[in-house]
């Protein structure tokens, strides 16, 4: 299907369209300083299965009504995996996880999710990998991520200049965060660029640039990156490329945990002290599902559990957000 079809075949709701913008707006405006809550973007690290990703976002649905007073409560809904090596690609590559790649079929599947998940109330939060996959999901997506892997990519940041979300670059898997400083600043600016249009033809594609691009710091091979010191070199850092102070995102996982998922929490805590606001922290993320842990693709899946990085479950999640 080129875009256009797919959007066709399963458009935008009204119940939708008001949960995106309301996302986008809330997430403008904590970026911005004129909303002290505390962003937190949590669910799966990949979705797999869409059935226990709709019963996660129903349970986020509900956590975000009874928090509204103080956290901007994003759900993950990741389709796309970047590989260091080899392994699963994500839901909208193989969407049976047999290396079938039927494209069609995730493509479709990832739309049908995430207009699920946003009739619920709940808006989403996804990485983009592939320059052309925005073309069939952006409308459903409130913020998107540029990943340690592309955030160094020219495509990435001239596909980020044209989102219509605030994205955050993760900084570089080394630690460093230069590259995703240099990353805003050509995302920030107009660019052209050559992609595809909704019927999917090859064009020349023009930005006006993304005004709510931001970093996001997610640690490292040098460790974790998430103290005060580094958060004073990331203000350091992007004092000449942007006109007001940034928040910055933090990232629970990855490197800021050493790789385990139930480190995540002592992170979460560490960082709960700081205050939200202009050059300071935006909110976190959280790698979470309905089960805890992670598991290989085989063929007795375990419901609500990761096949990719480890999570943290749904209890754990529910007690740190209500601290």
């Known amino acids: 299907m080129t875009p256009d079809e797919l959007l066709r075949a399963l458009p935008l709701s009204e119940a939708a369209r008001v949960t995106v913008e309301a996302g986008r707006r809330d997430l403008r405006a904590a970026l911005a300083g004129r909303d002290p809550r505390l962003v937190v973007l949590a669910g799966p690290c990949s979705i797999h299965d869409p059935s226990s990703a709709l019963e996660y976002a129903g349970r986020v649905a509900a956590l975000r009504r009874e928090l509204s007073g103080r956290l901007i409560l994003v759900m993950r809904a990741y389709f796309e995996k970047p590989r260091t090596t080899i392994g699963w690609k994500g839901l909208i590559y193989d969407p049976a996880c047999d290396e079938s790649y039927d494209v ?29 996959v925005p073309q069939y999901t952006a409308d459903l997506v409130s913020w998107a991520a540029i990943g340690a892997r592309t955030t160094e990519s020219q495509t990435h940041r001239q596909m980020a200049s044209g989102l219509s979300m605030p994205v955050g670059f993760k900084n570089s898997t080394d630690g460093g965060l230069q590259t995703a400083v240099d990353a805003m600043a050509a995302a920030l ?29 997610r640690g490292g091979t040098s460790g974790p990156n998430h103290s005060s010191r580094h958060f004073a070199l990331a203000g350091e850092l992007l ?85």
């Not at 007001?244 to 945990?257: F, M």
């Not at 993320?285 to 096949?307: A, D, F, K, N, T």
Request: charged content about 20%; proline content about 9%.
């Open 239 to 323: 004092a000449p490329v942007s006109s007001h102070p940034r928040p910055i995102l933090v990232d629970c996982s990855h490197a800021n945990s050493g790789k385990d998922y139930r480190r995540q929490p002592v992170v979460f805590r560490e960082l709960l002290g700081r205050l939200a606001g202009p050059g300071g922290l935006l909110g976190m993320m959280l790698e979470s599902h309905l089960v805890e842990g992670s598991q290989p693709i085989g063929p007795r899946p375990v419901y609500g559990q990761s096949i990719t990085d480890g999570c943290i479950g749904w209890e754990e999640t529910e007690a740190l957000l209500r601290l």
């Open 189 to 217: 600016r107009p660019q052209a660029f050559l992609g595809i249009d909704p019927q999917g033809r090859t064009s020349l594609v023009h930005t006006r640039g993304n005004p709510d691009v931001h970093l996001v710091l």
């Open 104 to 132: 069609g079929r995730g493509l479709r599947t990832a739309r049908e999710v995430l207009l699920a998940i946003n009739e619920l109330g709940v808006p989403c939060a996804t990485e983009f990998l592939d320059p052309i």
